[in-house]
C-alpha cells in the first residue's frame, strides 16, 4: 500500500509517497480502506517538530474516511463494506496518511449518506475537538455568551456551529472578508480582529475558545463574566501570565488535547444528520500533492478544512 512518510523533520518538502506493507487486523480491531485524509495544523506541526510523535520516521494524520476491508476476531459493531469515518487515537502514532489502517472499532462511526467521503474526512478532528471543549469541559448552555476565535477556520468554524446548537450566543474573531461565512454559520457577532481588539469591544463572556494561545489568553479573560470558563486547544502556546490573571478573574481555565471519543463523534455526526452542522472543506488535493496541501495549511488563511484524497 501507499503511504505518506518522512525520514527527516522539516518543511513540505520531506513528506515522501513511498510503499508499505498493508497492516492486519488483530482481536477487536478492523482494517479500513481509506479513500480520503483530513489536514490539520498538528499535522504540520508534527512533521516540523516532531511533537509527540518523536523522531521520524513517521506518517502523520489523524483524520480518515473509508470504507471498512477486514474485521479482526470478536468484532460485532462494524462489517466489511460499512462505510465510516474516525479519528486515529490522538496523539498515538498517527498513521492517517495511509491507504489502509488499522484501530479499535470504536474509532469510527457509520458515514451518513448525505456526508460525502472528502466531508467526513474534514470532520472528525476539528468535530471532536469543538465537542470536547465546548460540551464536555465548559457544559455550554442556552443563553451563555460564547466567544470563538478563529471561528472561520477549521475548528473555529465547527465550533461555532456547536455552540449555536447548544442554544449559545456566539461571537467569532475572524479578519473582514470572512464575516459572511461567520455569521451563515450561525454566529451573532464577528469581530475583525484586524481592526478591532475584542478585549476592549466584549464583555460578560462565559465561555471561551481560544485556538491561537499566546496574549489571546490574558485578552481574551479581560471580556469574560466570573466564574466563566476559558478553554485553550494549543497547549504549546500559553502565555505565561493566564494563570495569574485568570485567577484575578476568577476564570477557570482549561488546556485540552483532542481524545478519541466514539460517543462524543456519534454526537457531532448526528448534528449533521439534522441539518444543524456542516463543514467546510477549502480545497483538495490528491495524495501526490501532500506537500503542497500542508504549504497552504501553513499559511494559515484558508476557510475551512484541507482534505487529502486517495
Known amino acids: 500500500m501507499r503511504a505518506v512518510t518522512q525520514e527527516t523533520l522539516g518543511g513540505p518538502e520531506v513528506l515522501q509517497l513511498v510503499e508499505v506493507p498493508r497492516p492486519e487486523p488483530g ?35 489523524w483524520d480518515v474516511a473509508g470504507v471498512v476491508e477486514e474485521v479482526g476476531l470478536g468484532v460485532a459493531v462494524l462489517a466489511p463494506g460499512d462505510e465510516v469515518l474516525g479519528m486515529l487515537p490522538y496523539p498515538g502514532r498517527g498513521g492517517g496518511y495511509s491507504e489502509y489502517v488499522v484501530a479499535s472499532p470504536r474509532t469510527f462511526v457509520q458515514r451518513p449518506p448525505d456526508l460525502d467521503i472528502v466531508h467526513a474526512a474534514a470532520l472528525p478532528l476539528v468535530g471532536l475537538t469543538a465537542w470536547q471543549a465546548l460540551v464536555d469541559v465548559a457544559d455550554v448552555r442556552s443563553g451563555q455568551r460564547v466567544l470563538v476565535h478563529a471561528a472561520a477556520g477549521g475548528l473555529g468554524h465547527v465550533a461555532v456551529q456547536i455552540a449555536k446548537a447548544r442554544g449559545a450566543y456566539v461571537v467569532g474573531t475572524a479578519s473582514a472578508g470572512k464575516h459572511d461565512f461567520v455569521l451563515g454559520l450561525g454566529a451573532d457577532e464577528v469581530i475583525d480582529y484586524r481592526e478591532s481588539d475584542f478585549a476592549r469591544e466584549l464583555s460578560g463572556i462565559d465561555v471561551v475558545l481560544d485556538t491561537i494561545g499566546d496574549d489571546y489568553g490574558p485578552r481574551s479573560i479581560a471580556t469574560m463574566s466570573r466564574g466563566g470558563t476559558y478553554v485553550c486547544v494549543t497547549p504549546a502556546n500559553i502565555h505565561a501570565d493566564l494563570a495569574a490573571v485568570a485567577e484575578q478573574a476568577d476564570v477557570r481555565t482549561a488546556v485540552m488535547l483532542v481524545e478519541r471519543d466514539h460517543a462524543g463523534l456519534a454526537e457531532v455526526v448526528r448534528l449533521y444528520a439534522g441539518g444543524r452542522l456542516r463543514v467546510e472543506v477549502a480545497r483538495t488535493f490528491p495524495i501526490e500533492q501532500v506537500a503542497e496541501a500542508h504549504a497552504l495549511g501553513e499559511q494559515g488563511h484558508n476557510t475551512g478544512k484541507l482534505v487529502l484524497t486517495w
Not at 478492523?30 to 510523535?53: C, E, I, M, Q, Y
Open 27 to 61: 482481536p477487536a480491531e478492523v482494517l479500513v480502506r481509506v479513500l480520503a485524509s483530513g489536514v490539520n495544523p498538528t499535522d504540520w506541526k508534527h512533521r516540523a517538530g516532531g511533537r509527540f510523535l518523536g523522531e521520524p520516521p513517521f506518517t502523520v494524520g
